[in-house]
């Protein structure tokens, strides 16, 4: 037996969905992008040092409101070193460890952040997305 629903008040339902869309895009935005620092910051601690171009070469990119994604990544001179070093676990390290940013995604609250950063936006009505302390994109 299919189940019915009328929901009252739809259309204001609607309006009031469209005009937080941008604030919605926004929010969620930067929320991915305040994890995504958060994470790196994480992985930078993480990342095996021998004269420091692995962890400088950690970047979190700046997301676009109208379709929210953040990729945080090693690249640029290190991309081949940071992939070697990440992956092998056999590697003695004097300073920081294989599967550095693994182990950071893992140890870092992303969907505690996420909600957080959701929530004060929503309730603030307001999300500002500025730039954070990594480098934005791969060198």
């Not at 037996?1 to 609607?14: C, D, E, N, S, T």
């Not at 092998?88 to 950071?104: Q, S």
């Amino acid at each position: 037996m299919p189940v019915k629903v009328k929901l009252k008040g739809a259309g204001q339902l609607r309006a009031a969905l469209k005009e937080h869309r941008e604030l919605i895009g926004r929010a969620t935005a930067r929320a991915l992008y305040v994890a995504g620092n958060e994470v790196m910051t994480d992985a930078k601690q993480r990342a095996p040092v021998d004269l420091g171009v692995l962890a400088a070469s950690g970047y979190v990119t700046l997301p676009d409101p109208k379709n929210p994604k953040v990729e945080v990544g090693f690249g640029g001179a290190a991309e081949q070193y940071a992939l070697v070093q990440h992956e092998h676990t056999e590697f003695h390290h004097e300073k920081g460890e294989a599967k550095y940013l693994e182990n950071a995604i893992n140890a870092v609250d992303v969907k505690g952040i996420v909600e957080e950063e959701l929530s004060a936006a929503l309730e603030s009505g307001s999300a500002q997305l500025e730039p954070g302390p990594h480098r934005e994109e791969p060198e």
